[in-house]
């Protein structure tokens, strides 16, 4: 069955270190996103790629990095400038506006 | 910018209760309009859709009708389900292509037995 898969489900970081999350489709969908979850609040989005090797900034993109080398892949890099970085992280991919999720990677700091 | 609003919750109710969820919207032109469900620990999945004015959408007993006349979309069941404790996502996207999704707030939902 075709889905979105992230990993790790839960990541722990330490102060001033960089993680990376993981996001694999093979859904052969074009567009990529990310998006940031915190309790109570809807999602925001980070970063998006429309095709392989372009991504555009979202609306709270500082403190986050991005790649699409691969059209299946979209990692995010949570670096040590984003200070609150305490989430929990969707990635989704799409055709068109119907967005198909991933079930999502719980960061916290230890 | 677009903007969508949602009740706020958490919406308590019990087995065989009505069930709405208010949603209303700002946006340019003519959005296409969804709900999304999210289940405890998971990502959103898509629960229905309209893409234009007068359209109803439902899917496992849920309804909901774009009105553009009152730019809303509430969401509706007539029975609800212990299992249909989530929380609930209004969301619209506009016409370029959809690419980038407006979200509104949350909506929980908890039923009681």
């Known amino acids: 069955d075709g889905g979105i898969t992230q990993s790790p489900k839960y990541l722990f970081r330490k102060e001033g270190q960089n993680v990376t999350l993981s996001c694999e489709q093979n859904l052969n969908h074009d567009a990529m996103y990310w998006y940031r979850q915190d309790p109570g609040q809807g999602l925001r989005l980070i970063y998006y790629s429309q095709i392989v090797n372009d991504f555009q900034k979202g609306d709270i993109a500082e403190g986050y990095s991005v790649s699409r080398e691969k059209k299946e892949s979209f990692p995010l890099t949570v670096t040590s400038a984003q200070k609150n970085p305490t989430a929990f992280y969707l990635c989704a991919s799409s055709t068109g506006p119907i967005k198909t999720f991933g079930s999502g990677t719980q960061l916290s700091v230890l | 910018g677009d903007s969508v609003t949602q009740m706020e919750g958490p919406v308590t109710l019990s087995e065989e209760a009505f069930l709405t969820i208010n949603c209303t919207y700002t946006a340019t032109g003519y959005p296409s309009l969804f709900w999304y469900v999210q289940y405890p620990g998971e990502g959103l999945q898509l629960l229905l859709k309209a893409t234009k004015a007068d359209d109803k959408g439902s899917n496992k007993g849920f309804e909901a009708t774009y009105r553009k006349e009152t730019t809303s979309f509430h969401l509706e069941k007539g029975s609800v389900q212990v299992s249909d404790s989530a929380v609930y996502f209004c969301?619209?996207?506009?016409?370029?292509?959809?690419?980038?999704?407006?979200f509104g707030a949350g909506t929980r939902l908890f039923v009681k037995a």
């Open positions: 969301a619209l996207s506009d016409q370029t292509g959809g690419f980038k999704t407006i």
